[in-house]
């Protein structure tokens, strides 16, 4: 069973905090995807990566980074959280150039909430 | 920038009702997927459209890519309680980018 599994379901963080989400894929795909999910805006894309170490900007990068040190890892970081990074987030992983006709995977999503 | 509206934002009917969703945008997309997310649950798969005028069936759910590929439609013949969930339309916006459209949330009452 193909999975991409994301490290936290649910996180709390202060105002200021460092947050760490990561996602691991088994499914051998280049490309690996960090979505914001907010409700009636859908999903929009904050980074996404098409190989290790490349990374591309998505819609909505302030704020944060990524990190993609392995093929099957991909992490996003909020350097300082903000309220208004409360959220759900959504990593999803791709197969090659087939990328844009080819299935995205999804995580179970992480939700956070920055108090 | 490429946007994706989808109407409604809010479903609720009877058990055996027909619904449709649409999925709007002034620009052209290579191809386009409808995803159904359930609460707790990531976004997964329903379908891909590829060809303008395409016409795919999921058992009791039709969709259809608009001649001109601006546009998808999502239809559900005969509602069920399972066919509840979140779906998603999402267009290709590159060569890696997929932009997502703005949700419909279906609720089916037994």
């Known amino acids: 069973d193909v999975k991409v599994t994301q490290s936290s379901r649910y996180l709390v963080k202060r105002t200021g905090e460092k947050v760490f989400l990561e996602c691991v894929q088994d499914?051998?795909?280049?490309?690996m995807f960090w979505y914001r999910q907010d409700p009636g805006l859908g999903l929009r894309l904050i980074y996404f990566s098409y190989d290790v170490k490349m990374k591309e900007k998505g819609d909505i990068p302030e704020g944060y980074s990524v990190s993609r040190e392995k093929k099957e890892r991909f992490s996003l970081i909020l350097e300082s959280a903000s309220t208004n990074q409360t959220s759900m987030y959504l990593c999803a992983s791709s197969p090659p150039r087939v990328a844009t006709r080819g299935e995205l995977f999804f995580g179970e999503g992480s939700r956070l909430t920055v108090l | 920038t490429q946007l994706l509206e989808q109407s409604p934002q809010f479903l609720s009917i009877q058990e055996g009702e027909n619904l449709t969703v649409y999925c709007n945008s002034s620009?052209?997309?290579?191809?386009l997927q409808w995803y159904r997310q359930e609460p707790g649950e990531g976004p997964v798969l329903l379908v891909t459209v590829v060809t303008g005028g395409e016409v795919k069936k999921l058992k009791r759910l039709t969709f259809q890519f608009g001649d001109a590929r601006k546009d998808s439609s999502l239809h559900i013949t005969a509602a069920q309680p399972g066919d509840t969930g979140l779906y998603l339309c999402?267009?290709?916006?590159?060569?890696?980018?997929?932009?997502f459209g703005t949700g419909t949330r279906l609720k089916v009452l037994a």
């Open positions: 499914m051998d795909h280049e490309n």
């Open positions: 620009s052209v997309f290579s191809s």
């Open positions: 999402a267009g290709a916006g590159g060569t890696y980018k997929y932009i």
